[in-house]
């Protein structure tokens, strides 16, 4: 790899956190390698500067494109095929959100619908079939959730996340208010 450290830290380490996120070792560098590049790379550079195989960094580019995470530009007099990743780190975010829910959210709730609509067999089934039902109340809602969060705006969506839990004491204070109001039109009637 012939990489500033700086640079070469950070794809190395991309690389890594990659096979934990489940995309492969190679796929996760490149990515790294795009992300702080200063301008589009071709194949033939990212090859050069990673030390990999043409062959293996033209799969990665097809699996960072099924995922929506490289950009696909030409340059003016030359044929060969650049790449980059989105400017806007929050657009990466939503992107590897969208994807991921509809590659392993999407697919389980399935699964739990269709379990939940079976009729059980036994105890053990019904057992079964009600912690699934929690299973899938759970992720429906934070799905939901998150399709509310994925709509705002970048500016709020970073307002609401340096709330942290001060949202907290929003809704406390939210549930006072209502119920002192309910007090006073009681007092009122």
Wanted: no cysteine.
């Amino acid at each position: 790899m012939n990489l500033p450290p700086l640079v070469q830290s950070f794809v190395l380490h991309f690389g890594e956190m990659g096979s934990r996120w489940g995309i492969n070792r190679t796929v996760g560098q490149m990515y790294a390698l795009l992300y702080v590049s200063e301008k589009p790379l071709n194949a033939d550079e990212m090859a050069e500067a990673l030390g990999f195989s043409r062959s293996n960094i033209s799969m990665g580019l097809k699996e960072l494109q099924s995922w929506r995470l490289v950009r696909l530009q030409h340059m003016p007099g030359d044929r060969r095929e650049y790449y980059s990743t989105p400017d806007d780190v929050w657009a990466i975010f939503k992107t590897l959100a969208e994807e991921r829910q509809k590659r392993e959210v999407e697919p389980t709730l399935t699964m739990l619908r269709e379990a939940l609509l079976e009729s059980p067999a036994s105890e053990a089934e019904r057992h079964a079939q009600a912690r699934m039902g929690e299973m899938y109340t759970l992720i429906d809602l934070v799905t939901s959730w998150f399709g509310d969060i994925q709509r705002l705006d970048v500016e709020t969506l970073q307002k609401l996340m340096k709330l942290g839990a001060q949202v907290q004491k929003i809704l406390e204070f939210k549930q006072k208010l209502t119920a002192f109001t309910r007090s006073e039109e009681e007092k009122g009637a």
